[in-house]
Every structure is written in structure tokens, then in C-alpha cells.
């Protein structure tokens, strides 16, 4: 195990030198080239945008990659307009990149290669149909996933899948990646929730994935596309399923004075047979942040805290959540509170979900890590999280949706420190690999992108590689679409120049 | 080159985004380089990595309402408004920003008598027809107002310069009601004509600070400071930060938006038949981002009218801004079609705005907007 | 090609292709002449008429791992469905496969979900992860054990309703559920199906054969109670044992289109409300993808299968 751990991390290591902080890469001041006045020429000149301070925003994401390469930037209106600079961008053999809020966290959306051509769905907002008869709401990808909720509201229904990004993440994004968040435990993540699906593809033509009927003719093409980070063309519509609002809803926090027993309670509860429709674990530490953001009474004095929320009919829920209660005692539980109103759920919730900002105030830069573990297995692979972190003197907090297994590891460091990144990347190789060997996946919602590709040959075998890119091939033979992302290097679309390092001083 | 700011503050912010659905240019935009995360990038490929000021790093900057929506958004807690103001000033000492024309326009702010001039100057202009539609103004400027006069030293109503051409209406009823509820008013009147908010958001910072000194140096101390413009008192309580002085502090301390007094004042305001009115509360942003009291508008109210009702934005700003509104007109616009949206699912008979910005700003897409104070005054008095 | 691939790691490269009993299966499936897995034959007209030169091979069976409290199970393709879910059941659990007879592998080539889709789930968001063996005989692995996984494109979605056209299913691992406490059927023959489905919070299933109304809920008791009396709302209902199968041809419509069921030349049929899914005496008129997506599915099966050996003659979502 040691010796392995060790080879392990010193080839995670290697794989982030070619990422990681390159010096601040630059555009020359913009240039009108061809490309540029064809794309005005099918948009408006104002909604393509090829200055430089344009680019160098969207040569980043939320995620701590630097030195992605934006070409012109595009913001269609309508799915005419992305058939249009797709073709434009074909005719020029130039590469494109799918762009929604940009909050990706493993650098789906940072253009790569040279400067390829950013389509940003912001514009394409409208929440276009509520056809409740189908249970389904046909929306545009650059639509709020909660702006989509709260849309949804009055009707009765919401969107389930609710990453902690909620607030401001596309549907376009949820799309590509597939995108999960605590209440995915009950109802499934964003695949479960697309019925079909409008994309123009890399070739520029307009396909219908999935339908609304449950079992669509031929392929299912949509449930491929879905998670595939923008690889295999643009989303333009979405045919989202309507989940109906739960009148009861319960929703309980429980400390514990270590995160084992946390643990130990969120496998009990599932071992009972009780499906929460969500369970999330804090740490002391991110607790504490949260509580200095939120001020929502959390306990800062517990080693962990455990948020379960029980969904359903008003007199089943209260079943549900006794017998949570009773699992969290059973299982050494300090306190456990329920919330009394929706305004307290609301804020437990708002805290949870803002969780990850909210350590700027311990350190200025983080980075957050996505695996996926065994739930019977997250006691043990936590401690080693923790052991990981000791060994490279980082200091790491752990905030997970515990009922999936998916692991949020943040370590905290302010990057201005010498050599603090080498061993940012080396407890983050550790992590990924002990929560393989433990029999987990490599990413449960963040997507592979940039950040992770070199450890897909660690979760796959070549044959297994080999056919998730003829799924890649199959859709875009030209490596049209968000080259360089998802694939490791020595798959085709994956070997393009990779970050180049360009002269600092390019801007003057 | 260096913007002057606080290399902590401008790495505080991690880039996570979640500032973005609540920046008004961002909405109305989805433009990256109109929001919070983009702007503060931008400040930093500026400052720390020698970006040239190009025209659109300076529309980006120059675009901020700076409504400061994106700041309770920021779980890490970056001191947006003040990166924001400081780059204004950097770029204003260097004539890259605020040109001329403004800094003038800002003049008369401090010169009560000019301005009451001005506006009865416009009053006569506007109704024949040739004032621009796009300038936001109410549709009737008062032509005359009767004088404020002093009941009492338990209070100080502050007047401010605009508010005070335009709506002294509002502060005539916010003194009524504070009068009502037990306590005598000194309104400032020429003791202390401007607060120096415009000034600020311009990247004036030299004449906000000795505005602000003006200020302190006239007022007597200890008296509470009762501001019914949110702007204006979202300034001044932050004279603490702008002079950094213990006396600074002190004053701002004692600065309080008159609802927020009110809801801590009010046990002996008459009992009164509410008005038979459903009435939207809009927030304005200095309000309820940057003061952060903007529940106390719901507790003064909700004796006096029959429904409250919240509007479903989240707090999103009007797009009003101070002078914003006239200096960006298309995008205030914009900002404001989104409010006014929300504001016709809410289906209120008026909405309740605390800030004469706002109120002025909504009054020029045909939103009928009345000052809380006007509200509770017109409970207690029985005439509007 | 590049040093860094990782091509020429090992310790993942054996993890799936040492299983004997699996590499067994990819020898018997071989890498030329057509080839086509019968599970129960209980499906076996799915997708048209097999190719008659093509061998017929059985996939392996039995449950490889499963631990109730990671709500997952590992079964191997040719194990029968009914036999899984008896194992399952002793720990209270079940899966969204339907149970109607046949095997894993067969249930999940075919796509068909289970009457009480509703309740359980779609047999698409059901299958976690695959191993196939490829038209050229290698064993290839996708997806992973996990509920929650964005770990590169997605294998098991692919394999879903693809008739075995592009890889023959050896061991798959299934999401597992809860058996709820109570699971109660009733029946009304006066009942508008459309009103009942929307009178309860979480009907497992809605039947409606055009006459009689028959619904599935489950639960709580307390919960079931609760909505038997909102059920009652909307028509004389009675409780009933579970009924028998609907069968027949499986027509695939959005659930707006059942409410003009009639003007549709079913003959006799049971559609599921909500859902879209009917079972008629008459098979659905065939439908055409555009040509635009048929050109990917073309694609699709070049990459997967360039010489058309594995179930050959077959077309996904041909004669259900």
C-alpha cells in the first residue's frame, strides 16, 4: 500500500505540472481576423466579443486552473445562431467550448489549444414551456438551475437535481456534467431528470436526443451526452422532468464528537432501509466557517455535524425522521435538532451549500476535491483523508454529501506560500488514489475536465478508455468540441498542446 | 499598473461565482466582465499582472451600479463595494474615469440653493415636454416646497441635497411619524447639505471626505442622525471606514435609517385603521446589502397596511444607482425591466421604496412608488 | 503514444479481465462470426429477426457481491431477474428491473421498464455499471459502483436499451432500493386515470385499460392511507391483489398522448399513466429517427461494432 501510495501521487503530481499556475498567460491586444468578422456577421457585432479582457475571463472557471486560451467569445440567442458558429468555426477549423456560469470546479470550461471559439449560453435564459401533462419543462441552457425551481414553484413542482452551485449554475452546465447535489440521493442525478434533449453537434447539425415518451426510439443518446463536459456538441434545449413538490419535509441536524460516528449513523440509516432524500456531513473546521457566515446555529463545539432532510407525505416523515434520530443516538449522536421552520431549514441549507466560500476566510485559496467512496468505507477513507493532509502539513476539511459516498475534501492554503501547491497536488494524488482503492470512482459530480484526466487509466484499463472515446469519436470524428477535457492523453481529441506557457509581459 | 487596493481584499475573492445571479449587470447582461467575479478579476490581471487599462476593463469597471447585491451573496466575505470605490478613485486621480462633465454635475449637490434652483428650473422645463424621458425623472417636479421647521433635539432628520429638492415630501412625513411617535426633530437642513454618496461612487473619494468632515464638525454630538434616503445613510455609516478616525466612527455609530430607529421606536405611535392596501416592499440596495436593515421596513409597516407582500428577486437591484441611472441609461433600463417584472407578479397597489433613487427611478417606468414614511403618515394622519 | 498515459498502468489494466468466469464468456463470444446472448428468450422478437447464421450463447449468471447497506449488487448478466430479486428481498431490497420473467442482462438489452416504474425507478437510472465483452472479444468495464459517478462518457446509459448491438452484458452492478413497508393495489372502473394520477403525491403505478382505473401505492401505511383516501376522490376504489402482467406489444408515448389514447389503433391495451408506456394487442407504427441522429447511431455502431457481428439483424427499438 505505502510504496504504491507513493508512485501513485508522484505521477498525480506529474500530471498537474503541465496545468497547475503557469504564469499568467496573455492576449495580445485583439486582432479582427476573418473568424471574427464571419461570427459578427451571423450573431451582432456586439454579442461577439474578441477583446482581450473578454478572453482573459473566459480563459478561467471556478476551478484553480490558469493558462487556458479563449478565442472569440460568442453569446447566442438562439439555436440557429450556435448552428452558425459551428459552422463557422468548422469552416475556419477552429475548435469550440461550451460555456454556462463557469462555475465548473475541474476546468471543463477553460478553452484549450488555440484560442478555440467560446460559445456562452448566458443569453439563451428563457424557460421556453411547463408542459405539465408530459411532467416536463422545455428550457434553454443558459437557465438558473434555481431560478429554474423557483420558476417552477408555483406550478408545484421543482427541479431535483440541486448542486451546491444551485444559485447561479445552467442547466447547460448541469447537463455536461451530469450534476448531482445532496438531494440526488433520493431522486437521482441530472440524468434521471432529462428527458431529451436539442444539441447542435460538432458537425453543425441540430439533433433530437431522448423524447418525452419512456423509451425513445434507437440509442439512448441523451443519457450518453449527459456528463460528457461539453465534448460531444452544445446543449440549445432541455427537456427538464417536473418533480412534484413534497408537502412534509423534515429536516434534522445532528452532532457528533468525531466524524466517525457521523459516518457510522449515515450507513445505519441506509442499512434501516430509510432513503433520506438527502444527508450531508461537516466537519469541526468548515462548521465553524459556515457559522461565521450563516449564523444559522450550527454547533461549533462538535467534531462533526450530520444534515439529514426527510421528504414525503407530512405523517410518513415524521416516521422517517424518528428513526434518524433514533440511528444518531445509537450511534453516539451529542445533540439532534429539528428544524422548526422552513426559514431555519433554509438557512441550515444555506450553509451547507455555501460551504465552500465561505473558508476564504481561513485561507485565501482552496481546493476541492470530488471522489466517490463506499459508504461503509467513509470512515476509514476520511481518516486517511486526515492522515494525507498531516503528512503533506496541509490543513484539510471535509464536507460531504455522506449519503452518496461523495467525498468534498477542501484543502485550504494560501498559494503565495513557497511550495504549497507541489504538496496541494500531492495530498490531492493521495486522496484520489486511497479513495480507488477503496473501491470508489474518481469524480461523483465535478466531471473530469482538466483536473483529472491523468487518473482516469487508474479507474479504467485501456480497453475500457478505448471505448468511452469511440462514444467521443462517434459524435465529433474532428475533435470539434472542447478538445483536450475528459480523456487522458494518447486518446484521440485529448493530444492537443496542452497549457502552453506564453510570455508574461504580453500585454505591455 | 496599481489600482491602490488592499492586496488581501483582492485575494479574498476564490472565484467560485456564486456573486454572479445577483449582480443587475450580470443579469441583464450574462456578460462575465459585467459581474463581480469578472470585475475583480480584471482588477487583478490590472494591478497584479500588468493588464493594460483597455476600454473594455474600464467599461467593466464603469458598468458597476455599484449596488453591492454580490457582497451578503459572498460566503467569503470580499469587501467588494470598497474594491470597487477604490478603483473608481485610482482612475478618477488619473482623469481615466468620471470625466469632467460629471464631477461638475456633482457640484451643486453641496449647494442646497442651487439645486432647489435647478430643479424648480427643470419643474418648468419638464412640463413642456422637453426634459428626455431616459433621464428617470419623477413626472412632476415640485415647482415650491414648504420649509422644514425643528420640533425638538431628540433627533436629527438628515435632508441631503437631492432628496431634498425632489421629495421633501418624504421628509415632512418622516417627521410627522417621528413626531407622532414621541420625539422632537431638528432636520439638517444647510448644517450638513450632503452626504457625499455620489461623490463616492464616482471615485471622488477627496470630496467625500471632506463632505463627511463637514458633516461631523456640524452636527452635535450624540444625537441619533435618522436618514430616510438609503443611499445617503449607507454613507455615512461608513464615514468610519472612509476617514478611519475613532471620531469617524463614532459618528457613524449614531447614523440610522429612519426605519430601522423607528421599528426600535415606535411602542407609542398611535393605533390606526391599516390602509386597505397591498403594498410591495422594494429594498433598496444600500438598504438591505449594505445596512442590512431592511426588515425593520417590513416591522414599521405592517401595522399600517393591509398586506405586505415580498417581491421574488431576491433583492436585485432597480438599476436606480445614485446617478447611474442617467450615466447608464440603457442598462439601468434593463435592470429595472426585471424589477418592474417582478413587481407585476407581486400585484401590488404601491410599492413602498425607502431610497428616492429608487422611488424615481421605478416612478419613470410608470411604477406607483411611495416612502414608507408616507405610508405610516398618511395611516396616522388620514390623508396622503 | 504519450509517456504520461498511463497506458502501461497495470494495476487497474487486471482488475476486470482476470475473473475467469468472465474471460471465459469473452472466448465463447470470440472476435468474428455473428453472435447473438439469449437470456430468458422471454423478449427474443425484440429488435426484429436474428441473423439465422449468427451462434446463440448464454451469458454467465449468479449474484458476484452484495452488500444491502451500500445499496448496490453485483449479478452477472444471465442470472434470472426473479432470482435476483428473491435474494434481494431476504434483506428487504429490490431493483428497478422489471419482473416479468427472463434475465439481468436480457432486461437491461431490452430497456422495458417495470409496471411500477414510478415507484422504483427506470431501469436506465438502474444499471450503475457494466462489463461487456466487445466485438473483438476484449472485456471492457464503464461506469462504476457508485450512485454518483461523472467519471468519463457514459458506457451504461449506452448499453441500455441497445439490444446487445454494440457489446455482449457479462456482469453489471445494479442500484438497489427498499422494499416499502406496505405495496397496496386498487381498482376502480369509474375512475379518471388522469385525476387519480394527479390526486396523490407518489402513485407507483397507474393503470388504465381504458375502462378500469387500477393504482399501486406504497409506503408508510400511514402514507398509504393517506393517499387511499385522496384516491377515493376520484373514484370507487377497492382494494385488489396485485393483478396479472399487462402484455402485448409495448408502445412508447409521451403521457400527454394518453389522454387521446383512443385516436391510437391499439386494439386492447394497458397504459401507464404518467409514464407513457403501453402494452397494446397491436404493435406501435413504426417510427424513423432523423437523419441527422441516425447518422450517429450509424456512427455508433461502427465504432462498436465495424463488422455487424453482434446480434445481427437486430435494430434497437424495432417491433417492442
Redesign the interface.
Do not use: F
Given at each position: 500500500m505505502a510504496s504504491f501510495l507513493k508512485s501513485a501521487a508522484s505521477a498525480g503530481s506529474a500530471a498537474y505540472d503541465s496545468f497547475r499556475r503557469l504564469p499568467g498567460r496573455k492576449f495580445e491586444p485583439a486582432e479582427t481576423d476573418q473568424l471574427v468578422l464571419d461570427l459578427q456577421a451571423a450573431l451582432t457585432e456586439d454579442r461577439v466579443r474578441n477583446d482581450s479582457a473578454q478572453r482573459a475571463l473566459m480563459s478561467h472557471d471556478a476551478s484553480v486552473f490558469d493558462g487556458g486560451n479563449a478565442g472569440p467569445v460568442c453569446y447566442p440567442e438562439t439555436t440557429d445562431e450556435v448552428v452558425a458558429i459551428m459552422k463557422i468555426a468548422e469552416r475556419h477549423d477552429r475548435a469550440v467550448v461550451p460555456r454556462g456560469a463557469g462555475t465548473g470546479l475541474a476546468g471543463g470550461a477553460i478553452p484549450l489549444g488555440d484560442a478555440p471559439v467560446v460559445i456562452a449560453v448566458t443569453k439563451m435564459n428563457r424557460v421556453l414551456e411547463i408542459d405539465e401533462d408530459n411532467g416536463i419543462a422545455w428550457v434553454e441552457p443558459g437557465v438558473i438551475n434555481l431560478d429554474l425551481t423557483n420558476h417552477l414553484k408555483p406550478h408545484g413542482y421543482h427541479f431535483a437535481p440541486d448542486p451546491s452551485s444551485q444559485q447561479v449554475c445552467t442547466i447547460g452546465g448541469n447537463v455536461a456534467n451530469n450534476s448531482g447535489g445532496p438531494h440526488c440521493l433520493a431522486y437521482g442525478v441530472t440524468n434521471a431528470h432529462i428527458m431529451a434533449l436539442e444539441v447542435v453537434s460538432p458537425a453543425g447539425d441540430v439533433l433530437q436526443l431522448g423524447g418525452l415518451d419512456p423509451e425513445p426510439l434507437g440509442l439512448d443518446l441523451r443519457g450518453v451526452f449527459v456528463g460528457s463536459e461539453g465534448t460531444l456538441g452544445v446543449t440549445t434545449k432541455v427537456a427538464v422532468k417536473l418533480t412534484r413538490n413534497r408537502p412534509g419535509v423534515r429536516t434534522l441536524l445532528l452532532s457528533f464528537s468525531s466524524v466517525r460516528d457521523a459516518a457510522n449513523t449515515v450507513s445505519g440509516v441506509i442499512a434501516a432501509g430509510v432513503v433520506p432524500a438527502a444527508m450531508e456531513v461537516m466537519d469541526a473546521r468548515i462548521t465553524e466557517a459556515v457559522e461565521n457566515y450563516v449564523h444559522a446555529g450550527y454547533p461549533t463545539d462538535a467534531a462533526a455535524v450530520l444534515l439529514a432532510e426527510v421528504d414525503g407525505l407530512e405523517s410518513g416523515v415524521d416516521i422517517d425522521a424518528d428513526q434518524i434520530r433514533a440511528i444518531g443516538l445509537a450511534n453516539n449522536a451529542t445533540d439532534v435538532r429539528l428544524a422548526a421552520d422552513d426559514t431555519e431549514r433554509a438557512l441550515l441549507w444555506k450553509g451547507r451549500k455555501t460551504a465552500f466560500g465561505a473558508i476564504a476566510q481561513i485561507a485565501p485559496d482552496y481546493y476541492l476535491h470530488d471522489t466517490v467512496v463506499p459508504r461503509s468505507a467513509l470512515a476509514d477513507v476520511l481518516e486517511e483523508v486526515y492522515a494525507i493532509a498531516d503528512r503533506n502539513d496541509l490543513l484539510i476539511m471535509n464536507v460531504f454529501h455522506a449519503g452518496d459516498g461523495n467525498l468534498h475534501p477542501l484543502i485550504i492554503f494560501d498559494g503565495r506560500d513557497p511550495g504549497v501547491l507541489d504538496r496541494v497536488h500531492q495530498a490531492g494524488a493521495e486522496i484520489i488514489t486511497a479513495s480507488l482503492d477503496a473501491g470508489g470512482v474518481l469524480s461523483g459530480e465535478h466531471g473530469i475536465g482538466v483536473e483529472k484526466q491523468k487518473f482516469m487509466s487508474r479507474m479504467f484499463t485501456d480497453d475500457d478508455l478505448d471505448h468511452q472515446n469511440r462514444v467521443r469519436q462517434a459524435f465529433d470524428p474532428v475533435c470539434r468540441a472542447n478538445p483536450g477535457k475528459v480523456m487522458p492523453m494518447g486518446h484521440s481529441c485529448a493530444d492537443i498542446q496542452q497549457l502552453r506557457a506564453v510570455p508574461r509581459d504580453v500585454w505591455g | 499598473m496599481t489600482l491602490g487596493l488592499d492586496a488581501?481584499d483582492l485575494?479574498?475573492?476564490?472565484?467560485?461565482?456564486?456573486?454572479?445571479?445577483h449582480c443587475p449587470t450580470f443579469r441583464v447582461t450574462?456578460?462575465?466582465?459585467m459581474s463581480p467575479r469578472?470585475r475583480i478579476?480584471?482588477m487583478r490581471?490590472v494591478q497584479?499582472?500588468?493588464?493594460?487599462l483597455?476600454?473594455?476593463?474600464l467599461r467593466?469597471f464603469e458598468s458597476c451600479v455599484q449596488c453591492r447585491g454580490c457582497e451578503p451573496?459572498?460566503?467569503?466575505?470580499?469587501p467588494y463595494g470598497h474594491l470597487m470605490e477604490q478603483t473608481r478613485e485610482t482612475l478618477a486621480d488619473q482623469k481615466k474615469m468620471a470625466p469632467g462633465w460629471q464631477r461638475l454635475a456633482l457640484k451643486p449637490l453641496k449647494h442646497p440653493a442651487a439645486l432647489q434652483a435647478g430643479t424648480k428650473a427643470l419643474s418648468i422645463i419638464q412640463k413642456t415636454g422637453l426634459v428626455p424621458k431616459r433621464l428617470g425623472l419623477p413626472d412632476d417636479l415640485p415647482f415650491r416646497q414648504e420649509p422644514l421647521v425643528a420640533s425638538g433635539d431628540d433627533v436629527y432628520l438628515f435632508t441631503g441635497c437631492v432628496m431634498d429638492a425632489f421629495q421633501r415630501d418624504v421628509h415632512q412625513a418622516g417627521q410627522r411619524v417621528i413626531e407622532a411617535a414621541g420625539f422632537g426633530v431638528t432636520p439638517t437642513g444647510d448644517l450638513a447639505p450632503c452626504c457625499g454618496a455620489l461623490q463616492a461612487h464616482a471615485g471622488l473619494a477627496g470630496e467625500t471626505r471632506s463632505l463627511a468632515e463637514h458633516m461631523m464638525r456640524s452636527l452635535a454630538p450624540d444625537t441619533p442622525i435618522l436618514v430616510d434616503s438609503a443611499g445617503c445613510g449607507a454613507a455615512m455609516k461608513d464615514y468610519g471606514h472612509l476617514l478611519g478616525t475613532d471620531e469617524a466612527r463614532a459618528f457613524s455609530a449614531r447614523v440610522f435609517d429612519i426605519q430601522e430607529w423607528l421599528a426600535d421606536n415606535m411602542a407609542d405611535l398611535p393605533t390606526v385603521e391599516p390602509l386597505d392596501l397591498r403594498v410591495a416592499v422594494q429594498d433598496p440596495c444600500h438598504l438591505r446589502h449594505v445596512q442590512r436593515v431592511h426588515l425593520a421596513t417590513r416591522v414599521v409597516l405592517a401595522p399600517y397596511v393591509r398586506e405586505l407582500v415580498e417581491l421574488?428577486d431576491e433583492g436585485l437591484c432597480c438599476g436606480a444607482g445614485g446617478a447611474y441611472s442617467v450615466l447608464e441609461p440603457e442598462l439601468a433600463g434593463q435592470i429595472r425591466d426585471r424589477k418592474v417584472a417582478s413587481i407585476d407578479r407581486a400585484t401590488p397597489d404601491l410599492v413602498a421604496s425607502a431610497n428616492p433613487g429608487c422611488s424615481m427611478h421605478l416612478a419613470g417606468a410608470g411604477v406607483p412608488t411611495i416612502h414608507p414614511m408616507e405610508l405610516i403618515d398618511w395611516a396616522l394622519t388620514g390623508t396622503r | 503514444m504519450s509517456g504520461d498515459s498511463g497506458s502501461g498502468d497495470s494495476s487497474s489494466a487486471t482488475l476486470h479481465s482476470t475473473d475467469p468466469v468472465l474471460r471465459e464468456f469473452a472466448e465463447l463470444v470470440g472476435e468474428t462470426d455473428g453472435v447473438a446472448v439469449a437470456g430468458g428468450r422471454t423478449r427474443w422478437s425484440a429488435g426484429g429477426e436474428l441473423d439465422s447464421a449468427a451462434r446463440v450463447i448464454q451469458a454467465p449468471s449468479g449474484i458476484v457481491d452484495y452488500v444491502p447497506e451500500e445499496m448496490i449488487v453485483t449479478v452477472r448478466a444471465g442470472t434470472p431477474v426473479a432470482e435476483l430479486h428473491a435474494e434481494l428481498a431476504a434483506k428487504g431490497q429490490r431493483t428497478g428491473l422489471p419482473e416479468r420473467g427472463g434475465t439481468v442482462g436480457g432486461a437491461l438489452a431490452v430497456g422495458e421498464n417495470d409496471v411500477t416504474v414510478l415507484g422504483r425507478g427506470t431501469v436506465r437510472s438502474a444499471l450503475l455499471q457494466v462489463r461487456y465483452v466487445s466485438s473483438e472479444g476484449r472485456i471492457v468495464n464503464g461506469g462504476g459502483p457508485t450512485v454518483k459517478n461523472v467519471t468519463g462518457f457514459d458506457l451504461p446509459r449506452l448499453m441500455v436499451g441497445s439490444l446487445g448491438t454494440l457489446g455482449c452484458l457479462a456482469e453489471v452492478i445494479v442500484r438497489t432500493n427498499p422494499i416499502p413497508t406496505v405495496s397496496q393495489w386498487y381498482l376502480a372502473s369509474d375512475a379518471d386515470p388522469f385525476a387519480s394520477y394527479q390526486a396523490v403525491m407518489a402513485p407507483s403505478a397507474v393503470v388504465y385499460d381504458g375502462t378500469n382505473t387500477l393504482v399501486l401505492l406504497e409506503g408508510h401505511a400511514v402514507d398509504v392511507d393517506q393517499q387511499a383516501g385522496e384516491l377515493a376522490a376520484t373514484g370507487s376504489f377497492v382494494e385488489v391483489g396485485p393483478p396479472s402482467l399487462p402484455t402485448g406489444h409495448r408502445w412508447s408515448l409521451p403521457p400527454a398522448e394518453l389522454k387521446k389514447i383512443a385516436t391510437h389503433d391499439t386494439g386492447a391495451f394497458n397504459a401507464l399513466v404518467g409514464v407513457g408506456t403501453v402494452w397494446a394487442a397491436k404493435p406501435q407504427p413504426a417510427r424513423t429517427l432523423s437523419p441527422e441522429v441516425q447518422a450517429v447511431h450509424d456512427r455508433m455502431k461502427m465504432q462498436f461494432d465495424p463488422t455487424g457481428r453482434l446480434n445481427p439483424g437486430r435494430k434497437p427499438g424495432v417491433n417492442r
Open positions: - | 488581501d485575494n479574498s475573492c476564490v472565484q467560485c461565482g456564486l456573486c454572479l445571479p450574462g456578460d462575465e466582465s469578472g478579476k480584471l490581471e497584479d499582472e500588468g493588464a493594460p483597455t476600454a473594455e476593463v467593466s451573496a459572498c460566503p467569503s466575505g470580499v421574488d | -
